[in-house]
């Protein structure tokens, strides 16, 4: 079944930076849609980048231009590279495929001083 184990939270000062990893098993990875969520306390799940098979990239507005989405398809691995943090970018951070498997545990990311 579809696996998704993502890493690489935690507590960051505003202005730092952190690299996320989502590693994928149970399907073939290199063929989809990956996708970065997040869901901040109180607030619906959102989208915030997603990067397709062949490497074409999107994101949200609230995070262009500070985060990177990349994949490994080798490692059957998503990352997330996440600069210029702000205390608005706090949520516990989900990857998943497109269609949806089953969510991951996420990681919890802090952006606090």
């Known amino acids: 079944q579809v696996q998704l184990v993502e890493s690489g939270g935690g507590l960051v000062q505003p202005g730092g930076s952190l690299r996320l990893s989502c590693a994928a098993s149970g399907f073939t990875f290199s063929i989809y849609y990956m996708g970065w969520y997040r869901q901040a306390p109180g607030k619906e799940r959102e989208l915030v980048a997603s990067?397709?098979?062949?490497?074409?990239?999107n994101y949200a507005d609230s995070v262009k231009g500070r985060f990177t989405i990349s994949r490994d398809n080798a490692r059957n691995t998503v990352y997330l590279q996440m600069s210029s943090l702000k205390p608005d970018d706090t949520a516990v951070y989900y990857c998943?495929?497109?269609?949806?498997?089953?969510w991951g545990q996420g990681t919890q990311v802090t952006v606090s001083s």
């Open positions: 990067i397709s098979s062949g490497g074409s990239t």
């Open positions: 998943n495929k497109t269609p949806f498997g089953d």
